[in-house]
């Protein structure tokens, strides 16, 4: 069976500082890729999604950035954190030739202080 | 381009009660729909889904049928329990492009015993 891998669970960062978190998926490969994040009160907002290896696209222009260094793995970046960055950062996978639905991440908590 | 409307929360309700969210939709063509649920803390879970006009997704009591005419994908239950307290997203998957989910703006279902 497949699984999904998000780390850490929560995280506290001051404005400024730099981010990485990390998404891992096992039991399958050549997965879509996917980063959601989840502002408060308000519902999901596609960040960016992978199709393959070194191949990210960017939905929306931010401070944030992606890469997938290895084919079950995706990493969400960020040079300088602003305070508008804090959130719910969901990574998802989906079946790469299947029109199906998406499969979570347990998120990560993140606040910028 | 596609977009999905959920009615507004929060929703309160007592315990055995009679649950309906509404969710409509715009999309070319028949998008496949989906109900995802995310309980605190948690990333989201498919609820349930339906691929083509006048399927009924069910999952742990819970129905919505994919209503062509009306655009829409109500999410019901006939007795709703505490454990059913949770935030309840609505979304399409169009059927051109990368499977990108576009999500409602989830609505907060809280019930008490």
């Known amino acids: 069976s497949q699984t999904i891998h998000q780390w850490p669970a929560t995280l506290v960062q001051p404005v400024g500082s730099p981010l990485s978190l990390e998404c891992t998926v096992e039991?399958?490969?050549?997965?879509?890729l996917y980063w959601y994040r989840q502002a408060a009160g308000r519902g999901l907002q596609l960040l960016f999604y992978?199709?393959?290896?070194?191949?990210i696209s960017s939905e929306v222009p931010q401070n944030l950035s992606a890469s997938r260094p290895q084919d079950r793995q995706f990493i969400l970046s960020s040079k300088k954190l602003l305070l508008s960055d804090s959130g719910f950062y969901l990574c998802?996978?989906?079946?790469?030739?299947?029109?199906?639905?998406?499969?979570f991440g347990p998120g990560t908590r993140l606040t910028v202080t | 381009g596609n977009s999905v409307t959920q009615m507004e929360g929060p929703v309160t309700l007592s315990e055995e009660a009679f649950l309906t969210i509404n969710c409509t939709y715009t999309?070319?063509?028949?998008?496949?729909l989906f109900w995802y649920v995310q309980y605190p803390g948690e990333g989201l879970q498919l609820l349930l889904k339906?691929?083509?006009?006048?399927d009924k997704g069910s999952n742990k009591g819970f129905e919505a049928t994919y209503r062509k005419e009306t655009t829409s994908f109500h999410l019901e239950k006939g007795s709703v329990q505490v454990s059913d307290s949770a935030v309840y997203f609505c979304?399409?998957?169009?059927?051109?492009?990368?499977?990108?989910?576009?999500f409602g703006q989830g609505t907060r279902l809280t019930i008490n015993p």
């Open positions: 039991g399958t490969s050549n997965p879509n």
């Open positions: 998802a996978w989906s079946w790469s030739m299947s029109s199906y639905e998406q499969y």
């Open positions: 339906a691929t083509k006009a006048d």
């Open positions: 979304a399409l998957l169009g059927i051109q492009g990368a499977q990108k989910l576009v």
């Open positions: 992978s199709v393959g290896i070194g191949q």
């Open positions: 999309a070319t063509g028949y998008p496949s």
